[in-house]
């Protein structure tokens, strides 16, 4: 994209991450953290690829997904004002849990009869009879009793209409001290007002503290799974996807900024791959004709046996499979290596497996946060939870604040009616009749106490039986927040026969593991990585998602680049491979022995009938060299000295031959001998076994039974690595038998032979050879070496770093479930559990207690207006009055 959309997309993720350090930690700075990295790495990579979206969308994340977790910011900000702090949630939640203990008397029977159920038919059984007729009545006392006084009530309220309603009619006399003893039990029941004010206002203070925690802790869940957290870290579900999204882009295009910077760093270091290519063919070339079994036994190639047996050949072998061992594991080995495992990596087929693996890696993370959006984003989206916290915030707290108005001022009326008879209960009226003032009862107290305790039901009644619903709601929830308190692995185990839960098997061990380790967190300091609970399991052993993933990237291109940071820090940079012993001692070997005096005559030819009087007295004079014999001549004219028994050349063989056995016609041809039997008259009976032992040296010099394999170039010629040459002017060797191929992007090497026989000379000067061309081959490793430290050892692993090791280890390190735990302790438990269940049993005991305190005064109130109704009523009857007593004054 152009420069401004790359600037705008990098400001997304850093201010998206911001966002969510703000919010989790309190707007504390945030440090140079792995998710900021891999979220700057992300974000570079869609900004930087031409195929890259200039929107922040993908096809794993929507603008959807972008204006949720903005709102989820923003919401995280409002709800999270003046929330609790830790150790208040704590306190609050020792408290709550106390009180739903004892909402359940002090046994969670949900648990126990979770526990004991051996089906989830069982447990239905169990539960039913738990829940017993006596057991619902006495939950839902309160509401019955509510019930109770309405029906009483409506007897009551006849008392009133009629006086044959009322028993014992008559005119009464109250004692001061009995007008006392109402006054007390006027106090008592506003004292119970009182207790039911305090309680109401800690019972919503508690189920509003709850729920401000539930949002706070539900958008901060939701925030940090759309944006991530430092605090526990957890790299978030956005800069995750995106990642996943614009790596997999990478990868799949060939003109990225990463396969782009791969492919240059690459074919910069090719050189280094060419020299250990060479050198690893000469080596393996010299290996493979040791071994071979013309070379090994002569005469093989034609099918033929001529007794002898290249003794050199055996012993270079071992030593030849060392220098493999010593160049594989040298600064310029590893070096190669190290690049061979990048160029893997960064070929199209691994790239391709790679993207689909990093496609399909996200479908349970795109789950997971769809599930979370469409659970918790209703708290963040419209008006659902701001007007919910407003019917608590105001709802409820209006409506208890008119129960509590209305129980003061219902205590008020019946107080004042009491007082009034306390003090004033009479007054005096003057009768014209008789003249007289005469003194009657007052009948403002009776009609407060009517009034009073006719409308008590309008406060009792609702009081009670909201009251008691709730209370009875109450204990289930109760039973199951116990339950979710106590929940690990264990209880999971005893609980699944009851639930049906099936916790057996590598699903239900994942499952065990994410409650113990994300949701109830016994180590609150940890912070569990999904990737290390997740597995899969092959046939021997069970591989977590971490582990298979390690395995497949990271641990291959590390311990790469892990071997070449060792060799370089054990043989420095300037190292000369051909310093090593082993090289060292083998180029040494080969200069200064020749093959040919090691093809001696097998072991078993002495014991040939034919053979064998080739070492009787009679035929060799060894008087002068007493170890001198057929079977231990070479095929050198000079004697060799490699072995530590002696062996000869032909020169000294043919010198202690015995004088009998004339020889002649010796010549000498580029450095070898040939001995040829021109007249054997003189002994008829040794010349043709001589004969035969010479012819059999004399087939190894002139027929081709030698395997001398050459390379060949790319026309089919054959070529020489001994001949190879540096060009200043094509800064490139020639003629050095590699065959270049690839493309503009990366060049490959490879080495091509030709089969080739030659006689025992030129199998000689071959081997001989060996020598200068390891020699300068190994000086071109060296020089590669030396060139490659930096480009590979430190470019390369650099762009590997920063476009693959760190973003990957950072997503992997990322995908934590602290979080997850911090949600479910802070909101389920603390917020729901321990702090609004209890302030819903609260404000259900407020409602009770209001009810009952009503219904207290109402029945001391009852009392007081029978003991003044009957007065005043026989006074109306004196004065011929039949006058019902209504509370209309």
């Given amino acids: ?48 690829s031409q195929d890259a979206a200039e ?30 702090s830790e150790e208040e949630v704590m306190e609050n939640r020792e408290t709550g849990k106390r009180d739903l203990a004892n909402a359940l008397g002090g046994t969670n029977f949900l648990l126990e009869e979770l526990k004991r159920a051996e089906s989830e038919e069982d447990f239905a059984a169990r539960l039913k009879e738990h829940f ?85 802790s539900s958008a901060t869940v939701l925030n940090t799974t759309m944006s991530g957290t430092d605090n526990p870290p957890f790299i978030g579900m956005l800069p995750a996807l995106t990642f996943f999204d614009d790596f997999s882009s990478e990868l799949l295009n060939n003109d990225s900024n990463l396969v782009t910077e791969l492919n240059v760093a690459l074919r910069a270091t090719s050189e280094i791959d060419a020299a250990t290519l060479l050198a690893t063919g000469v080596i393996s070339l010299f290996r493979d004709m040791m071994k071979d079994r013309a070379n090994l036994e002569p005469g093989s190639a034609v099918d033929e046996d001529l007794w002898h047996e290249c003794g050199l050949c055996r012993e270079l072998v071992e030593p030849l499979d060392k220098l493999d061992e010593v160049l594989s594991t040298s600064l310029a080995g590893t070096l190669r290596d190290a690049r061979l495992q990048v160029r ?79 003090v004033s209960p009479s007054t005096k009226e003057k009768d014209y009749e008789i003249g007289e003032e005469m003194v009657r009862h007052r009948r403002l107290p009776v009609s407060l106490s009517l009034c009073a305790w006719y409308c008590s039901p309008c406060c009792v009644f609702p009081a009670l039986v909201v009251g008691g619903v709730l209370l009875t709601l109450s204990i289930p929830i109760s039973a199951i927040c116990l339950t979710l308190d106590s929940v690990d692995s264990q209880m999971l185990d005893d609980i699944s026969r009851g639930t049906g839960l099936n916790v057996s098997g590598d699903q239900g061990e994942m499952i065990k593991d994410l409650v ?74 080969t200069a200064t022995q020749r093959i040919d005096g090691t093809i001696l005559p097998k072991a078993r030819m002495a014991e040939n009938g034919r053979f064998r009087m080739l070492n009787a007295p009679a035929f060799i004079d060894n008087s002068r060299d007493p170890v001198l014999t057929a079977f231990n001549t070479g095929c050198s004219c000079a004697d060799p000295d490699i072995f530590p028994l002696p062996a000869y050349g ?22 070898t001998c040939t001995y040829n039997v021109s007249d054997c008259s003189s002994d008829m009976q040794k010349c043709p076994v001589y004969e035969d032992y010479m012819n059999l040296k004399y087939r190894m010099f002139t027929e081709k039974l030698f395997r001398c394999d050459v390379f060949i170039d790319m026309d089919g010629l054959e070529c020489d690595p001994q001949f190879m040459e540096f060009s200043n002017g094509l800064q490139s060797y020639t003629s050095d038998c590699l065959i270049v191929g690839g493309n503009s992007q990366e060049r490959t090497f490879t080495l091509r032979r030709r089969e080739r026989y030659c006689n025992l000379p030129e199998f000689t000067e071959y081997i001989q050879a060996m020598g200068k061309r390891m020699n300068i081959t190994l000086d071109r490793v060296t020089a590669a070496g030396r060139q490659a430290i930096r480009s590979v050892g430190r470019d390369l692993k650099y762009i590997m770093d920063v476009h693959f090791l760190i973003p990957l280890d950072s997503i992997v390190e990322g995908l934590t479930c602290g979080f997850l735990g911090r949600f479910y302790q802070g909101a389920v438990l603390g917020g729901f559990c321990f702090s609004s269940v209890p302030g819903m049993r609260a404000l259900s005991q407020a409602l009770v207690i209001f009810g009952l305190a009503v219904l207290w005064v109402a029945l001391v109130d009852y009392v007081m207006w029978r003991l003044q109704v009957d007065n005043v009523m026989r006074e109306d009857e004196l004065d011929g009055r039949q006058n019902i007593i209504v509370a209309t004054e």
């Fill in 650 to 671: 032909l020169d000294a063989f043919a010198a202690y031959v015995g004088t009998k056995s004339p020889y002649s016609n010796q010549t000498s041809r580029s450095g």
């Fill in 55 to 84: 929107e922040d969308v993908n096809g794993f994340v929507t603008e959807a997904d972008e204006d949720l977790a903005n709102m989820a910011y923003e919401k995280c900000g409002a709800y999270c004002k003046n929330v609790p």
């Fill in 516 to 589: 113990d380790e994300c949701l109830v967190r016994k180590n609150s300091s940890s912070n569990a990585n999904m990737m290390d609970i997740i597995f899969v399991r092959n046939d021997t052993e069970k591989v977590t998602l971490r582990q298979q993933f390690e395995r497949s990237v990271l641990i291959p291109v590390n311990s790469a680049f892990d071997r070449v940071a060792a060799s370089q820090n054990a043989s420095g940079e300037d190292h000369d491979i051909k310093s090593e012993p082993e090289i060292a001692s083998f180029i040494s070997q």
């Fill in 132 to 216: 017993s007729v006596s057991m619902l009545i006495k939950s839902a006392a309160a509401g019955i009793l509510g019930f109770l006084v309405l029906f009483c009530w409506f007897i009551w309220c006849w008392t009133a209409c009629f006086r044959v309603c009322r028993c014992r009619e008559r005119s009464r006399t109250v004692k001061p001290i009995i007008k006392g003893v109402f006054g007390v039990l006027f106090v008592i029941g506003l004292c119970l007002i009182l207790y039911g004010i305090i309680v109401a206002n800690t019972g919503h203070g508690g189920f509003a503290a709850g729920l401000h925690l539930i949002a706070c």
């Fill in 344 to 422: 893997e990596i960064v070929g199209w087929a691994s790239r391709k497996a790679l993207a689909e693996q990093v496609l399909s890696a996200p479908g349970p993370l795109v789950s997971f946060k769809d599930q979370l959006a469409s659970t918790f984003g209703v708290l963040v989206e419209g008006e659902f939870f701001p007007t919910f916290k407003d019917h608590v915030d105001n709802t409820v707290f209006y409506g208890l604040l008119l129960m509590s108005a209305f129980a003061i001022v219902y205590w008020f009326v019946a107080a004042a009616s009491w007082w009034i008879w306390l």
């Fill in 1 to 48: 994209g152009n420069p401004a959309s790359q600037m705008a997309h990098v400001k997304r993720g850093l201010q998206r991450y911001a966002r969510a350090m703000a919010c989790a930690t309190g707007m504390r700075p945030s440090s140079y953290s792995r998710p900021l990295l891999v979220l700057v790495v992300a974000a570079l990579h869609g900004a930087c």
